[in-house]
């Protein structure tokens, strides 16, 4: 597959009335985006004295481009991911489209106010992608791309309508990072459609300038996973210029120069463009006639008639792609175009100071208290620009965030076994669900992983609905009746995306199919697997998933230091601390399959609650003996709040064993040979630190403030037998922290035990020996009260 170069030229279908519309326009986004950031700096009461910042230079040499797309090019269906520094830009075109109020604009990074960059949570319907941190937001659009082709195969969008497009407004030094390339590899692979990809290439980066020939690389990357790459370099007024004598030796300088020398012309000014390209290019007698023929102001005019910033040019680009192949343009711009600020090295954190700001308004003809009419201070007329603003396709004033129906999920099919692990009764439940024909709920699911399938017990899952694929692709191994547990088929029914080793990728597909009922209006249950530890691998696109309230289940096993001969590279230590402090993700660590069970029921509930989220299952291969039990509604509610008793305590209980996850043989063997020295002792089964943890602390603030009433949370409630001076002892397979709050509920000594340094090979016998969470551990630890 290889990718189509095309260079875009000046001129559009757009007519002559359109392109005055676009350019009055322009010109007020350029203007709302800088006074809304000037607004929070220098007039909002600044009450602790911290600049608030809002990227007025990053803005700016977006302004032309999105101008463009939102007020011309794009379609209701299609999705956008704003780079995150243009983030008063997109506030500004959707309080001219009446999405976004001027109270918000007004409180611009203040508590309340439109967000610093969008966000899906905090500034509502208008958002489709949050972004934020840098990279994320553009890769995620792939991944959207991807789950949009998912439903489309499986013919769950509506017939007749075409695809949307998911753009990203991507900076350039957003290139630098590696989850851009990761995201490309990984959704080339299937064969992506409907991506644009607008690169803002105004060739300076937070701390200085772009590499020069970054662009070179750029291209040759896209091409290589088979994007079209569309060239916006240079707009009219210079294609006009190079058409005429002395053209061709300008042109020749302006490829030639260095970014920091065009930006610090760009600074300076027309004079300074004028004397560099003489001293430049002496004796070019034609190239000097045709600077001659411009003044200063119209000179600086002409060398910052970049592409990104000619309507005509921009227009052209959008109007020929070719395909429905990804897409990406480079688009030439100048950051902090039309500011004083424009082309200056610092200008990124930089803010026009009052002075500017004076100058600026003079120069876009706004009266003082006119600062947020959307038309004043135009050419042209107040109610054609209304007008023309109404109209534009985008902006079509139905929501963007869509609904889906709630589908009812079925009991989870348990059966239970003499010994099992956690990792293979989830494998086999999810085996289960796959068999049932007919049923809206499995037919919602879709499985993604990264290269561990497998190994993570997806396979049967896999095995019965087949890997996604735009086309059919035949199982070689099967047809040729080589022996495999695994049917590796794929088709545009499967219901697995399968992925490469990149946990980033995961939970950026995680965020999409996530987000599918929201996008598409169509729900998805998602299910992704991968190693525990590196759960921190992904962990800035997990936290990005959370952020915008996408809703999936990441299963993360095998976990913690039971995976022995792996050694310390494959075992967990602090990921029960990740589940607990993550907002948008409720943690479980279930011991027993009929826990996970009804774990799995709750979080496929969950996913779907207005209020509800993600939801992270941390694992285990450990092989334990499975309870012979009929677990009552009593004993269900309590594992998905958090914790039960498999032991209760006696009364007066002076002495708890408290365990999660794997770590319940060893308690339940401690417990064995405690519990005649210590009647009534207790043994909690801790099946969410998270949710026993956050419920607590919620009340507590709510206690602070007044508002608890008499309400208690579930784990007060379970510690509310032990007498005051009662001693608790804790295990987890994990950082002991997860569970050495418990003490604090009502002020009980508490000896915790976990891991809080590296693993390494060894068995599990060897390794809980060492680690000190065997039961001779948690006897020595109980012991030490007597």
Same mark, same amino acid.
């Given at each position: ?655 708890? #064993? $408290?365990?999660? %996850? @794997?770590?319940?043989?060893? &308690?339940? =063997? ?9 009647? !009534? ?57 997860? #569970? $050495?709050?418990? %003490? @604090?509920?009502?002020?009980? &000594?508490? =000896? ?9 090979? !060894? ?24």
């Amino acid at each position: 597959m290889t990718g189509e170069i095309i260079e875009a030229t000046a001129g559009s279908r757009v007519s002559a009335k359109e392109l005055e519309m676009l350019g009055a326009v322009e010109k007020k986004v350029r203007w709302l985006s800088s006074w809304t950031i000037h607004h929070a700096n220098h007039i909002r009461p600044k009450r602790d004295g911290i600049k608030v910042g809002g990227h007025q230079a990053s803005c700016a040499s977006l302004s032309t481009l999105m101008t463009a797309l939102y007020f011309n090019v794009l379609r209701p269906q299609d999705r956008v991911a704003v780079k995150p520094h243009a983030s008063p830009v997109f506030h500004a075109i959707n309080y001219m489209f009446g999405r976004q109020s001027r109270e918000k604009l007004e409180n611009f990074r203040a508590f309340g106010g439109a967000q610093s960059y969008p966000s899906r949570t905090k500034d509502g319907d208008a958002v489709d992608f949050s972004t934020g941190s840098v990279g994320l937001g553009a890769a995620v659009t792939n991944f959207a791309a991807l789950t949009q082709d998912y439903l489309r195969y499986k013919n769950m969008l509506p017939k007749g309508e075409k695809p949307g497009r998911m753009v990203a407004l991507v900076g350039d030094a957003e290139l630098d990072e590696g989850n851009i390339y990761e995201a490309l590899l990984d959704t080339w692979k299937h064969d992506i459609r409907n991506v644009w990809w607008v690169i803002d290439y105004n060739r300076q980066s937070l701390d200085g300038m772009i590499d020069a020939h970054l662009f070179r690389v750029i291209g040759r990357f896209f091409r290589a996973v088979g994007w079209n790459v569309i060239t916006i370099k240079y707009g009219r007024k210079l294609h006009e210029a190079f058409a005429r004598p002395g053209g061709k030796s300008l042109k020749k300088w302006l490829n030639e120069s260095p970014n920091d020398v065009y930006s610090a012309l760009t600074f300076q000014g027309g004079a300074a463009w004028r004397k560099q390209i003489l001293a430049d290019m002496p004796g070019d007698n034609a190239l000097a006639s045709l600077l001659a023929d411009y003044d200063d102001d119209e000179l600086h005019d002409l060398m910052t008639n970049l592409g990104g910033h000619c309507m005509e040019a921009i227009l052209n680009a959008f109007e020929n792609v070719p395909n429905d192949k990804p897409t990406v343009f480079i688009a030439y711009t100048v950051k902090g175009y039309g500011l004083p600020l424009q082309g200056h090295k610092d200008n990124h954190a930089g803010l026009m100071n009052v002075a500017q700001m004076e100058g600026f308004r003079k120069a876009n003809n706004i009266a003082e208290g006119d600062e947020w009419d959307i038309t004043a201070g135009l050419d042209c007329d107040a109610q054609d620009v209304r007008t023309f603003i109404d109209a534009a396709p985008f902006n079509n004033r139905q929501p963007r965030q869509k609904f889906a129906e709630i589908i009812t999920v079925p009991e989870m099919p348990y059966q239970r076994a003499d010994t099992s692990s956690t990792q293979e009764v989830f494998g086999k439940i999810l085996n289960e669900l796959a068999k049932s024909k007919n049923s809206d709920f499995s037919d919602r699911i879709v499985t993604t992983s990264p290269d561990v399938t497998v190994s993570t017990n997806l396979g049967g899952f896999v095995n019965q609905r087949g890997l996604f694929a735009r086309e059919n692709l035949a199982d070689e191994f099967r047809d040729r009746k080589v022996p495999s547990a695994q049917k590796w088929i794929r088709t545009p029914k499967g219901q697995h995306v399968e992925l490469g080793i990149a946990e980033n990728n995961l939970f950026l597909n995680l965020a999409a199919l996530g987000l599918s009922h929201s996008l598409f209006g169509q729900r998805l249950f998602p299910i992704g697997t991968l190693y525990d530890p590196f759960i921190a691998r992904g962990l800035d696109a997990l936290n990005y998933a959370c952020y915008q309230d996408a809703r999936f289940m990441v299963v993360a096993t095998p976990s913690g230091i039971t995976l022995a001969p792996e050694g310390g590279a494959h075992q967990s230590i602090g990921t029960p601390m990740i589940g607990m402090g993550q907002p948008g993700l409720t943690s479980f660590e279930p011991s027993f399959g009929d826990e996970l069970a009804v774990v799995m029921g709750w979080s496929f509930n969950h996913m779907q609650d207005q209020d509800g989220g993600s939801v992270y299952l941390r694992l285990s291969t450990k092989p334990m003996e499975q309870p012979e039990r009929e677990l009552d509604e009593a004993t269900r509610s309590a594992i998905v709040r958090g914790g039960y008793w498999l032991r209760e305590p006696g009364e007066n209980c002076k002495m708890v #064993l $408290a365990y999660c %996850g @794997a770590m319940a043989p060893e &308690a339940i =063997a401690a417990w064995e040979q405690l519990k005649n020295d210590h009647p !009534g002792m207790g043994l909690l089964a801790v099946t969410s630190t998270d949710r026993l943890y956050n419920e607590w602390q919620d009340l507590e603030r709510a206690r602070l403030e007044g508002r608890a009433g008499g309400e208690t949370a579930h784990i007060e409630d379970l510690l509310k037998p032990l007498a005051p001076d009662a001693r608790m002892v804790t295990v987890i397979d994990g950082h002991p922290a997860a #569970l $050495a709050w418990l %003490g @604090a509920v009502r002020g009980h &000594a508490v =000896a915790p035990l976990g891991i809080n340094a590296f693993g390494q090979c !060894g068995d599990s016998i060897d390794l809980y020996k060492h680690y000190q969470i065997d039961t001779a551990a948690i006897l020595r630890a109980a012991k030490r009260w007597d």
